[in-house]
């Protein structure tokens, strides 16, 4: 018995074939027994484009997500409203239920990657050694988002978009909410749209820019 692998939509299947040794099986049956009802078909692959309007998008989402982490927390320190945020944020906004996120922080050190969501929740509201109750898990994180931040603005030096991937390149700036002082900041961002159109971060590189001997 002859058997065919097929990968449809990243699945394999198996299909089984009568085989040309069988006396049973003309030729007839040969080249027509392989016909099979047709399998459920992949999403439309043009539904999958990324396009530099959705980056742009959802850099803004982004933005306003650190923006409200820190308003939350603000108005309520000791409340849950700026860690729910946190949390959808990492479950939606980044890819970790789906894929390898890479993640590497601005201010991290001690733990430079950030591999799950509760490495991205620690850096973005804190661990308790620095605010009281925070649910961080790495004694480094001050908790970035909380800091408060008024608007984050991306200035794009490219944006380079394949099928459903887009990476953009750039810097960001951070304007405190207290002093209102600005923090540039690099950025590499990777993105990825999945089936139902949902797009999620899986690559994030974020530092500040280099300060050369004087």
Request: glycine share 8%.
């Amino acid at each position: 018995m002859l058997r065919t692998l097929t990968i449809l939509c990243g699945v394999a299947t198996g299909v089984a074939l009568p085989s040309a040794n069988d006396p049973a099986n003309d030729l007839r049956s040969l080249l027509f027994g392989s016909f099979r009802p047709a399998p459920t078909p992949c999403p439309d692959a043009h539904t999958l484009v990324m396009t530099t309007q959705e980056v742009l998008q959802q850099q803004k989402i982004w933005g306003d997500t650190v923006v409200a982490i820190g308003a939350a927390y603000t108005a309520n320190p000791t409340g849950q409203e700026h860690i729910k945020i946190a949390t959808d944020a990492a479950s939606n906004i980044y890819a970790y239920d789906h894929l390898l996120v890479m993640f590497k922080p601005t201010l991290a050190s001690d733990v430079q990657f950030r591999p799950n969501p509760q490495d991205a929740l620690s850096y973005f509201v804190g661990h308790s050694d620095h605010i009281a109750g925070a649910p961080g898990i790495h004694m480094e994180d001050t908790g970035f988002a909380v800091k408060p931040w008024s608007s984050v603005v991306f200035h794009n030096h490219g944006i380079y978009c394949s099928g459903d991937i887009c990476h953009a390149m750039g810097v960001y700036d951070f304007t405190d909410a207290n002093i209102n002082n600005v923090t540039t900041v690099e950025y590499t961002f990777g993105y990825k749209k999945f089936p139902g159109g949902n797009i999620r971060i899986f690559l994030h590189h974020s530092s500040l820019p280099f300060q050369p001997a004087r």
